[in-house]
Each structure stands twice: as C-alpha cells, then as structure tokens.
C-alpha cells in the first residue's frame, strides 16, 4: 500500500534527479535527459503527479539559474508540461519507444517554439526571427539528443524505475514515526 509520505518521497526524489541532471550538463549547451526524464515520468507516474514536479523543477531551475522571470518560467513550464499532455492525450501513454523518440526529438523544436512570443512580448515583434533563427542549432541539438536518448534508454529506464518504484511503495517496512 502506498502511503502519502512514500509517494512524496519518490516525487521528491524525481524532482531532484531532474534538477541535478539539468545542471551537471549545463556545461554541453541543449544536451540533457530533462526531456527523456519527463517523458519517463509521464509514463510512470499520475498528471497530477506530473505538473507537480515540473512547477518544482522550473522553479528549482529559475531560483538556481538567477532568472526568476516569468517570460523565461512561462515558456520553460508550458514547454515541459506539453510533455505529459500529449503523452496522455495524443500518443494514448504508449510506451513504444520509438514512437516516443520521435515525439521527443519534435519536443526538441517546440519547446524552442514555445518562447518565441514570450520573446515577442519582451524585447517586440521584430525580435521574433532573429531569435528563432539564433535558437535553430541548439533546437536541433535538442531534438537529435532528445530522439537518441529516449530510443536508447526509456525501455530498460522504465523496466529499473517502474520495478524499484512498486519495491518502494509496497515495502512491507513502515516508515518510522518520531513523535
């Protein structure tokens, strides 16, 4: 039986392999496992469950990075969370991984897409080209990165995650309460 605290816990540390990752590779620009993470996720946990973690990890993200503004965090959590709506609306929670690399590596450009009007609303309309046509290399460096890790390792990620995630919930050990 899952309780509250167990389910928290997981999210927890789901939200904190998120943010660390992110941030490790920060030095290599677009390349990242956000994208396969959250596709993993969606596939792992509730939408609900989803939307949490992606508000706590652009919040991480914003707090860490000094751009506490909300046209770099809009964008940032619609980008994401189109992730999790799609994956439960359009691609029906598949779990064909090369469907969800293909769906991926078309994540790399709209999530790009996704700040263009913010960008628009910020610096004016005529900044709207340039700054599509200065995104393109990191858009596909995203997309090609995205494709290939979700292809490669969403299969046995969802077999280790989804076997130490029900190993988790269903331990017979309770939590110790301090009172």
Known sequence: MTTPLRRLII???SVTILFVQEQV???????QFTTLLIVLYASLFKFKENVMIIFVHVILDSLYMGAFNPFYMTPMFIGWVLIPIIYNTLLHRTKNE??????ALVMGFVYGWVFIPFVMIQLGMNQAWPYFLADLPFEIIM???NFVTVLWLYQPMYRILSVEIEKLESSLVPLKRHH
């Not at 590779?25 to 390349?31: E, G, K, R, Y």
């Not at 090369?98 to 769906?103: E, S």
């Open 11 to 13: 999210l927890s540390m």
């Open 25 to 31: 590779l920060t030095f290599i620009p677009n390349v």
């Open 98 to 103: 090369v469907t969800l690399a293909i769906f």
């Open 143 to 145: 997309a090609t990165t």
